[in-house]
């Protein structure tokens, strides 16, 4: 097989692993600070109790999410050097300091206080270990904020002058808010947000099915839906937003997720096709008419390019148009899921002793659907921006490394069958937790509180 060919997959597969965990972490922490300060000020003794579960408990999932998000993270950063090499030679003045920037906020907040965040509480004061928890969740977004910056970068070239075939700053601040970076970061977080929420949703389900959830899996149950509830609608409105800008300026992704391949005006939109690059068509296809033009320009009869505008210069079509779909269909789901899940919780009193097991059920099976959403969404990302590393600049063939294919199929597959190693373990650690440890967060948390003598004279059964 063709060594750059097989240089993308392997760092395809990376990222495809990576993305899994920063998709939690990015939301989890500010969900830690929620329940962190719902314990503070909750005045009856069980609600601060149930608060405290849920806490202890997701910080223990945020604490591996965020252990195997920093081991991938730290493989993909050597992979710009051994698949790239050329990469980092013409962009390293960019690209350096935007990755040094991530690893200093990942380590020096992140890291630094997520050892207070996890084994502090009670050895330091509230106020101290609820900013250390603030720290930690500020910290991942700001990992996030400088690597969506360098990524937007490379999708929307700004604020750089080459000189000598290599790139140099003129205004970072235009290299970091370049023309895509805003919308890129919304849509990131949201998705986070989404992803977050439905990992809270189909845990806490799970343990009421299994009949071990205790009252905070119920909390963090509803926290969960409220919160995919509104987050889902928010991603639609943002992902319109993107998805103009992404017209603006890269057009020839547009048209391959669209599935367009001569200009036209009054383009439908495409609900089935297989596009066929080779004879540069779609097969089978089954759409609604105008409808693509509508929301593109929001004008029925509105023109949209096709892929034929840039006959040596678009992305593969096939791979392209399906994530897309896949990645809008799992949103639509969560919405309905979250959506109807809430107005049922509503229904019943609030009391999820109420819920139809079979709903219980859905919401079981849709606990890594942000997963699913989100690596579909990278996939339009990145698989878009293709023949170009930085979009419209540097070829991707024009930096790979000479490594022969043999070598690189080799570390391809170690990389797999680790990735799927460590994934199969991070799922059954989930599964784990969620069937024992929120007992023992509660043995532990009602420990703490009967450790405080207010609350051992109101709540002494705790003692």
């Not at 299994?210 to 149950?221: D, E, I, P, Y």
Request: net charge positive; aromatic share 14%.
């Amino acid at each position: 097989m063709d060594a750059v060919f097989l240089a993308r997959m392997q760092f395809a597969a990376n990222i495809t692993f990576h993305i899994l965990f920063p998709s939690i972490s990015i939301a989890l922490g500010w969900v830690l600070l929620f329940f962190r300060v719902k314990h503070l000020r909750a005045t009856d003794p069980q609600q601060k109790l149930e608060w405290l579960r849920a806490y202890r408990l997701w910080t223990k999932v945020f604490a591996l999410t965020f252990a195997l998000g920093v081991v991938s993270g730290v493989t993909m950063s050597f992979q710009f050097g051994t698949n790239w090499p050329g990469y980092m030679e013409r962009v390293g003045n960019i690209a350096g300091p935007l990755l040094g920037y991530e690893v200093l906020t990942a380590f020096f907040l992140e890291a630094g206080f997520l050892g207070v965040m996890l084994f502090g509480h009670r050895r330091v004061g509230e106020m101290v270990h609820l900013g250390a928890t603030f720290l930690v969740a500020f910290g991942t977004l700001m990992s996030a904020f400088w690597i969506l910056a360098l990524n937007s970068w490379m999708q929307t070239p700004a604020g750089y002058e080459i000189v000598d075939g290599q790139f140099h700053a003129r205004s970072w601040l235009e290299i970091i808010f370049n023309p895509s970076f805003p919308y890129r970061l919304v849509h990131m977080v949201l998705a986070s947000a989404l992803t977050c929420a439905f990992l809270m949703i189909g845990i806490s389900a799970w343990q009421l099915l299994k009949g071990v959830a205790t009252a905070s899996a119920s909390r963090v149950l509803r926290t969960g839906l409220i919160f995919a509830a509104l987050a889902a609608p928010a991603q639609m409105v943002a992902g319109d937003f993107h998805g103009l800008n992404t017209l603006k300026h890269q057009p020839q992704k547009i048209a391959a997720v669209e599935g367009i391949w001569e200009t036209t005006r009054g383009a439908p939109l495409l609900l089935f096709a297989i596009p066929d690059d080779a004879a540069r068509t779609n097969r089978f296809e089954w759409g609604i008419p105008k409808l693509a033009s509508l929301i593109l320009r929001h004008d029925p009869d509105g023109e949209l390019k096709g892929l034929n505008e840039f006959p040596s210069a678009h992305p593969p079509v096939l791979p392209l148009f399906w994530s897309f779909r896949i990645m809008v269909g799992t949103g639509i789901l969560m919405l309905l899921v979250s959506w109807i899940g809430l107005w049922r919780h509503w229904r019943d009193g609030w009391d999820f002793a109420k819920m139809p097991r079979p709903m219980l059920g859905i919401f079981a099976g849709m606990t890594f659907a942000g997963w699913v959403a989100t690596i579909a969404g990278w996939y339009v990302t990145e698989i878009g921006r293709q023949p170009f590393i930085v979009s419209g600049l540097i070829r991707t063939a024009d930096v790979a490394s000479r490594v022969p294919s043999s070598s690189i199929a080799v570390t391809f597959a170690i990389y797999v069958a680790v990735y799927l190693a460590l994934l199969a373990a991070y799922v059954g650690v989930l599964k784990y937790m969620a069937e024992t440890a929120d007992k023992k967060s509660y043995a532990s948390a009602s420990t703490d509180l009967a450790g405080d003598p207010q609350e051992y004279q109101r709540r002494g059964e705790f003692a």
